[in-house]
């Protein structure tokens, strides 16, 4: 990477790896989308090409992407402070399409803090609006909260899948 004329903007080689983690080389991947060359077909695309705008400090792209702000002009603003410096993206899942026009993404987003990495996950909504895939919002911040599994009572079938009553199975093993 290498700093354009506009100091906050950093460009990318087409044949370089694409930011986002979808081992696709940037020019078949996320440049296309950031060029408006081509419409992202899926929310996981307009997640990815967000990560890679994050990561080339395109702030028009994150603008142009989200819904509160994706109808208004674009007007570049100074950055307070250092810009964050995104190293990688994991995708967990997408959920296409849960209802008609609204999509799930669940990700990842890893950032240099200091000598270490710092992780930001998230769970976030994608709506389809006039054919293009908008961030709505997030769903969740942090990791999926883990589910218990439900206990099986005395006169329950078994879990094991033996046909048996729990309490003449796995309940009589356990005592």
Known sequence: MSKQTNPERLVLSPDAACPCGSGQKFATCCEPVLS??????TAEQVMRSRFTAHVLHDSAHLHRTYLPTSKKPYVAEAEAGEPMEWTRLTIHSHEPEVKP???YVDFTAYYKNGDSEGAMHEKSEFLRVDGEWLFNRPLRQGPAPVKSAVKAGRNDPCPCGSGKKYKHCCLAKAS
């Open 101 to 103: 026009g609204v999509s």
């Open 36 to 41: 408006r060359q081509k419409v992202a077909e």
